[in-house]
């Protein structure tokens, strides 16, 4: 006979709450899109009203056109020989490759630059022929290290 029929255990409380709390590396399906709504709850409060391209439909279409994306720098690499700045920006459904050119470098890439990796919203125009965005505007949106459990709106 087995011994099953024995009543279940009560787990102590404290590990209760570490359960309760535990979390996995798939605890969102989104994370780029969550933690920029964490960042920016109201994106028109920092005067930001185009409505964001996923990252995975900013495609070459026979004439250059301008996107607005947000997302994650993931790289930044200033190129000193060809004065640009060359980055990977990255959401939930692709990456893209954008430049700040050599033109808006003193403005764009300086500011850029001092704010480093992190979440931004960017404006540029997709060239005909490459994948990619030449940024012409841009604000930071903000790190992960600046968002604590104070600060995280629930």
Known sequence: MSDHSQPFERLPDHVEKKLYRMTTKVDDLWPIRTMITRLMPDPAARNIVSKPVDIANVQVNGRPHVVMVMGKITSMVRDAEKQRIKMWVEDDTDKIFAQISRFDLDGLGKAILGHGE?????????????RMIRVEQFKFIGAETNVTKD???E
């Open 118 to 130: 992190g979440y931004y919203a960017i404006k540029g125009t997709v060239p005909d022929g490459f």
């Open 151 to 153: 600060n995280i709106p």
